[in-house]
């Protein structure tokens, strides 16, 4: 008897252990806590825009998906790899980019979200010249794991 006495503090510290470790992975999978969908999309893309801005890489590196396909308003296509690169080589200087008017539909249970909206950028193209351009994107988001990613993406410039 004294022996069960003395391993039971140590079986409760498994039982605890064994409560715990599941509700700290559901914490640390879902920052977003009490966010729809919906809302979680529309941050990315805003994290998205302002990382177009800010030629930041290592969040594109983040937000596109290993088999991320993009098709740019010229019809031109990119994947992950190469969009990297030109995110890394361009000239252009931008001062002003911001995804709005985003429209988010979510499938496949929740696991898979398409949003379409408008993308403004204002700038300097290589040659200095001034740009105000307006596009329209849809893109495919899917959870992966425990993180959306941009699996693919097309953009339609949209005459103003």
């Known amino acids: 008897m004294t022996q069960a006495l003395r391993l039971s503090p140590f079986f409760l510290l498994l039982l605890l252990a064994a409560a715990i470790v599941p509700w700290t992975r559901v914490q640390s999978a879902a920052p977003d806590v009490g966010k729809s969908t919906e809302a979680v999309v529309r941050d990315l893309a805003a994290e998205w825009s302002k990382a177009w801005l800010e030629r930041d890489a290592a969040v ?52 898979v979200a ?9 700038g300097r193209n290589q040659e200095g010249k001034p740009f105000n351009r307006l596009s329209r994107f849809t893109n495919v988001w899917v959870l992966h794991g425990e993180r959306w990613q941009c699996v693919s993406g097309h953009a339609s410039n949209v005459s103003e």
């Open 60 to 111: 594109l590196q983040r937000l596109w998906a290993e088999d991320f396909v993009y098709v740019e308003p010229s019809g031109r296509r990119f994947n992950k790899k190469e969009g990297l690169a030109g995110v890394k080589k361009s000239t252009e200087q931008l001062t002003s980019a911001v995804a709005n008017s985003i429209d988010v539909r979510v499938y496949g249970g929740g696991t």
């Open 114 to 122: 398409v949003d379409i909206g408008d993308f403004h950028e204002i």
